[in-house]
């Protein structure tokens, strides 16, 4: 049996394993179009690579997908992160999960992930070729055709073929899988932070608030996590989070929105009020801004005081009822204008690709070519950031690998 993985990425990497060692017998290929492979793995964690998330329970890692949490949740029940974590490790490379649950590998360095697969392959004698860049694929008697870009190179058959080719930002990128007859779902961006032009909140630079909701107004969109302000916006896992549940929302409102804060992340403002008139009442005598409620940063603190319409020197005692709404009010539902989005360069992920109504989502097989299969980023799979992206390589690599 010739079975070729088209893609050398870490569902590619993780098919061509799983179906080499499935069937010894067999010869497997690996295509890649560039000459870098796993080059995803490599950036991916800040080049630490963050593979797959120490989440405990199926139901939780299901909650990361925006979409296609609810087809990968039969396929978790066979290879899940903790397999990952196992699969790994029981192959020479020791890991750490740390408090966020993000998994690494302890040389924190995700050139430890890229030797233990490429070392695989080799011991399993899978061949790689790259610079070999697949134009176009068609079902032939009893195999499949590949033909290459490299005009000069002669058209191969194999009788299984798996494509991992991973996300593609346009969708002429996955135009010749739609003229097979695959339904394709407009691809979008997935993952990035946002950009608030001309606003004086980008002065606070580097400021870190540790638990916030953002949400998108007129929705019911919100996520939760750290926010980062930048210098041309905001980012962080919140911000990330948001934008990757909201992707083709976002999309149709041309990245011109309004997003909502909840500085403090908590919603009961009576609860947020009780706490600020304590503070008026407890340092009547003291400039509001010398004390912070909710351990916020000093500077956040300051700047949501001078939005306010306050003085730097105004006084506790000084500012009334009204003052005491006003500051609840920029804890809790805060809002700023977007225009426009900046890629999180280290995570960039695409929402769209192959639909999963064209795959067999308990083999990976397509519905309209037998023995053709799907893994990692090329299907309408996308998740947040944590692991979980490449969570669904591993796993749909696997589930793919298996060839049935």
């Not at 009547?284 to 801004?289: A, D, E, F, L």
């Amino acid at each position: 049996m010739k079975t070729a993985i088209i893609g050398g990425g870490a569902a590619g990497f993780f098919a061509a394993i799983t179906a080499k060692e499935r069937f010894p017998d067999s010869d497997v290929i690996i295509f890649e179009k560039s000459q870098q492979l796993l080059s995803k793995v490599k950036i991916s964690g800040g080049g630490r690579c963050n593979l797959t998330n120490g989440c405990e329970s199926i139901e939780d890692l299901c909650k990361a997908y925006p979409r296609g949490g609810r087809e990968l949740k039969k396929l978790f029940g066979l290879f899940n992160n903790h397999h990952t974590i196992d699969w790994f490790e029981s192959r020479g490379v020791p890991l750490v999960i740390q408090e966020d649950n993000c998994v690494f590998p302890r040389s924190q360095n995700s050139q430890s992930i890229i030797d233990c697969l490429i070392s695989k392959t080799g011991r399993l004698n899978i061949q790689i070729k790259t610079g070999s860049g697949v134009k176009s694929l068609k079902r032939c008697d009893s195999c499949i055709e590949i033909d290459f870009t490299d005009e000069k190179r002669a058209a191969l058959q194999f009788d299984k073929v798996i494509v991992t080719t991973g996300g593609s930002p346009k969708r002429e990128g996955l135009r010749w899988l739609e003229e097979c007859g695959h339904k394709i779902s407009e691809p979008v961006p997935s993952l990035f932070s946002f950009n608030i032009p001309a606003d004086p909140v980008r002065s606070l630079m580097g400021v870190v608030v540790e638990n916030v909701v953002v949400s998108l107004p007129g929705t019911k969109l919100k996520a939760d996590g750290p926010l980062l302000i930048t210098h041309w916006g905001m980012s962080g896992p919140a911000i990330l989070k948001l934008s990757s549940y909201g992707a083709r929302i976002l999309k149709e409102r041309d990245y011109n929105f309004k997003i909502g804060i909840n500085w403090v992340n908590e919603t009961n403002n009576d609860i947020v009020s009780a706490e600020i008139n304590r503070m008026a009442i407890n340092h009547s005598g003291k400039m509001v801004t010398s004390v912070r409620p909710f351990s916020l940063p000093v500077r956040l603190w300051i700047f949501l005081v001078e939005r306010c319409g306050f003085s730097s020197d105004k006084r506790w005692a000084e500012i009334g009822k009204k003052g005491i709404n006003r500051i609840v009010n920029a804890l809790t539902n805060d809002e700023y204008s977007v225009k426009g989005k900046a890629t999180f360069r280290e995570e960039f992920v695409t929402c769209g690709g192959v639909s999963l109504d064209s795959v067999n989502m308990n083999t990976m097989e397509s519905k309209l070519i037998p023995n053709l299969y799907f893994a990692g980023e090329v299907l309408d799979i996308d998740a947040i950031t944590g692991g979980y992206n490449l969570q669904a390589a591993w796993t749909t690599g696997y589930i793919a690998g298996q060839l049935n």
